[in-house]
């Protein structure tokens, strides 16, 4: 008698859906931050359990002073709290209905402590020095205030509506930037669109929002057609083949960023960040890899943001 089971095989990765690949990947290598995450957004219900179970993995980084550390931010390593890692955690909490409350004082205070003079974050504070951090950001005495790790952290405690005496300067800091922009690159207009997106004076907003864009068009930071990659040059300093597309700068529909675009760049976008999921199941990180551990870390964030622009834009996924 032939063995029953001879004829049954596993499905191919190519039959099975984006989803069930991507879930396979999370629970091989992500850690329980990013476990816990995929499980409350794509598995099962948004119960209060399954946010209550992402809050008490993101508490495991939270630091003595009320930021957050233990390279929360895989780029940056060690125990040390950074503006960076409070940005990061933030964006947790907003994903799950949970940035407001004590819980976000306690982050306000943090920042407060930190901040410059002008009530903007740095990037990085001196404190890193002697741990391990990406090469692409420098650790120095005396750093000064960047809308990079500023205009995110402003935008999601606005669309939140949190207030704390913080973010009255802040707020100022980033709108300076931002209306001042002239030459720029990816990560900088994608901290203004944070910044944007959440700010309530909404009029002056999409005013800015309008130039951004044509900036964005002029500059060719945007990568419009992926099958002409060459004609979209990577910006200085970044790595090979570190483009940007328009879906990264509009990760909802809702976005004062998604007007840059057509329909049909943006349908190219999609069907181009679909095409990137890999054979193991999650997608790469673009930007420069410079250890194992952080590029191992950093695949399972950028795979659910992967998901969860795909589905914000009505894409199958499962």
């Known amino acids: 008698m032939a063995d029953s089971g001879a004829s049954v095989r596993p499905p191919?990765?190519?039959?099975?859906?984006?989803?069930?690949?991507?879930?396979?990947?999370?629970?091989l290598t992500a850690r329980v931050l990013e476990?816990?995450?995929?499980?409350?957004?794509?598995?099962?219900?948004?119960?209060?359990?399954?946010?209550?179970?992402?809050?008490?993995?993101?508490d495991a980084y939270r630091t003595g002073d009320g930021g957050y550390g233990h390279a929360l931010e895989p780029d940056l390593r060690g125990p040390v709290s950074q503006p960076l890692h409070a940005g990061h955690a933030l964006r947790v909490l907003d994903s799950i209905g949970r940035c407001g409350g004590q819980r976000v004082e306690r982050v306000c205070r943090y920042l407060t402590s930190v901040s410059t003079s002008d009530g903007a974050l740095p990037a990085v504070l001196p404190s890193q020095r002697g741990y391990p951090a990406a090469p692409f950001v420098p650790v120095v005495d005396n750093p000064p205030g960047e809308l990079l790790a500023t205009g995110p952290v402003v935008g999601l405690l606005h669309g939140n509506n949190v207030w704390h005496a913080w973010l009255f300067r802040a707020t100022d800091f980033c709108w300076?930037?931002?209306?001042?922009?002239?030459?720029?690159?990816?990560?900088?207009?994608?901290?203004?669109?944070?910044?944007?997106?959440?700010?309530?004076?909404?009029?002056?907003?999409?005013?800015?929002?309008?130039r951004l864009g044509r900036l964005v068009r002029e500059q060719g930071l945007a990568v419009l057609d992926?099958?002409?990659?060459?004609?979209?040059?990577?910006?200085?300093?970044y790595a090979p083949g570190e483009h940007h597309f328009p879906h990264d700068f509009a990760r909802v529909p809702e976005s004062v960023s998604r007007a840059w675009f057509t329909d049909g760049e943006m349908a190219l976008s999609l069907d181009h960040l679909e095409s990137e999921q890999q054979d193991d199941g999650g997608w790469p990180v673009r930007w420069r890899q410079w250890a194992p551990g952080s590029a191992l870390e950093s695949r399972p964030i950028v795979s659910i943001d992967a998901l969860r622009t795909l589905r914000a834009y009505g894409r199958r996924i499962d």
């Open 35 to 58: 476990q816990r995450r995929f499980a409350y957004h794509f598995i099962g219900s948004r119960s209060e359990g399954a946010a209550d179970a992402v809050e008490t993995a993101l």
């Open 12 to 27: 191919s990765s190519s039959s099975r859906s984006a989803l069930a690949r991507a879930e396979q990947f999370v629970w």
């Open 226 to 237: 992926p099958k002409r990659l060459d004609a979209f040059p990577v910006s200085p300093g």
């Open 176 to 210: 300076q930037a931002v209306e001042s922009l002239g030459m720029t690159h990816p990560y900088e207009v994608e901290a203004a669109v944070a910044f944007l997106d959440g700010v309530p004076d909404r009029p002056r907003a999409e005013a800015a929002a309008d």
